[in-house]
């Protein structure tokens, strides 16, 4: 995939990463250099599970999920152009400097950017910003690590 290029639909996102529903928190992939940098979109709406506990009265997406959307993303960043990814799987295995700035309700289009501060073998580090419009409302820096399914 050439940068600025789009992914067309759920089905290469579903190819790219084994994460499925309920969990699956990627809508599309808006645009990457297939190798350091990718940017995504999530949908957020009042049909997602976790409004129902999330709050009932007041529906705020959880932190956690955000940064779980982030993840996503740098999965599929670090699978999309490995030929060999149904072999392998990413572990995450660190959070830092994580700020929530503000809360993502039903109706906000999560635009999801990731990309990645450096790569020693299988390990990366990657940072990650969610915006809703032009707004940053989080941001994290992630590690991984990709493993061998076996």
């Given amino acids: 995939m050439e940068k600025g290029a789009s992914i067309s639909g759920i ?3 579903l190819g790219a990463i084994p994460h499925r ?22 949908n957020v709406t009042i049909n997602e599970h976790f409004f ?21 993303v740098g999965v599929i960043l ?3 152009r490995d030929e060999d990814r149904h072999s ?9 400097n994580c700020r929530f700035r503000q809360p993502v309700v039903p109706g906000d ?3 999801l950017e990731v990309g990645v501060l450096r790569r020693r073998g ?13 707004t940053l409302v989080a941001e994290a820096d992630l590690s991984c690590a ?4 076996t």
Avoid: C, N
């Fill in 11 to 13: 089905q290469e996102v």
């Fill in 109 to 111: 289009q999560l635009r």
């Fill in 21 to 42: 529903y309920p969990f699956l928190l990627v809508d599309r992939i808006l645009e990457t250099d297939g190798w350091t940098r990718a940017v995504a979109l999530k």
């Fill in 78 to 80: 670090l699978f999309l």
């Fill in 88 to 96: 392998k799987l990413v572990y995450f295995s660190g959070i830092d």
């Fill in 52 to 72: 129902q506990g999330h709050f009932p009265e007041h529906p705020v997406m959880p932190g956690v999920l955000i940064v779980e959307a982030l993840a996503q």
């Fill in 122 to 134: 299988r390990y990366f580090k990657m940072r990650g910003k969610a915006f809703v419009g032009s």
């Fill in 146 to 149: 990709v493993v061998d399914r």
